[in-house]
């Protein structure tokens, strides 16, 4: 049968709270990341990206933000919402010419409850 | 509508018994890759095609083979499927390497 997965980190917040789900990368020669969104039985969603010139970027509701110096990745959802209810990859994609490879970070199992 | 697709998005194979996969694009990316994910754990990349050059990571087993007919199409072939390979196998595609990668929904195989 299927092996037993690894159990994800959890956030649990309130309809209407801001959310902030963090992710640590392992690459300083990393450029790119990205954050997706997975809903239960359906495949990755992208949500928002970044290039290691930028520190910040903002979308509808969400904002990433990256420091590079820690190596650290973080997404803010505002004002979270039960369709917001997933689990949530960061993603690094590292690599050069025709071979480059995403790897994902463990991912986070978000909660909203009404 | 949809941009990345896969068929079926649910399959049940016995034991040992071949089964293939399919995913399809409209988005005429350059590149598709092949994702396993099995349960509360992140995708896991078993190949990807840039283009017609097929690119194999190191530990995809022997078993997992894909095919690429054409700009649109790829497939997974498992050759003898293993209660172990009961997962999500997720279809992602990219314009060109280093983009975006956008995913299909999944194809659920369960092996009996």
């Known amino acids: 049968g299927e092996s037993v997965g690894l159990h994800l980190p959890t956030l649990s917040v309130q309809e209407g709270d801001n959310s902030i789900i963090n992710c640590a990368y392992s690459?300083?020669?990393?450029?790119?990341f990205i954050w997706y969104k997975q809903e239960s039985g359906k495949g990755p969603q992208f949500i928002i990206d970044?290039?290691?010139?930028?520190d910040k970027r903002q979308g509808q509701r969400v904002t990433v933000l990256l420091n590079k110096t820690v190596k650290h990745l973080s997404l803010q959802i505002a004002a979270t919402q039960p369709g917001d209810s997933a689990v949530y990859f960061c993603?690094?994609?590292?690599?050069?010419?025709?071979?480059?490879?995403?790897?994902f970070g463990k991912g986070t199992l978000l909660t909203v409850n009404p | 509508d949809a941009m990345v697709i896969q068929n079926p998005r649910y399959q049940v194979t016995q034991f040992g018994k071949p089964v293939t996969l399919s995913c399809s694009q409209t988005?005429?990316?350059?590149?598709m890759y092949w994702y396993q994910q099995k349960s509360s754990q992140a995708p896991k990349l078993l190949f990807h095609?840039?283009?017609?050059?097929?690119?194999n990571e190191a530990d995809t087993p022997d078993n997992f083979q894909s095919r690429r007919p054409n700009t649109s199409f790829c497939f997974l072939d498992i050759r003898s499927p293993g209660l172990g390979d009961t997962a999500m196998y997720l279809c992602?595609?990219?314009?060109?390497?280093?983009?975006?990668?956008?995913f299909g929904p999944g194809t659920r195989l369960t092996v009996l």
């Open positions: 988005l005429n990316h350059n590149v």
């Open positions: 095609y840039y283009d017609k050059d097929f690119n």
């Open positions: 970044i290039r290691s010139n930028m």
């Open positions: 690459n300083s020669a990393s450029d790119y």
């Open positions: 993603a690094e994609n590292i690599g050069g010419g025709s071979n480059y490879k995403l790897t």
């Open positions: 992602a595609t990219e314009r060109q390497t280093g983009d975006t990668q956008y």
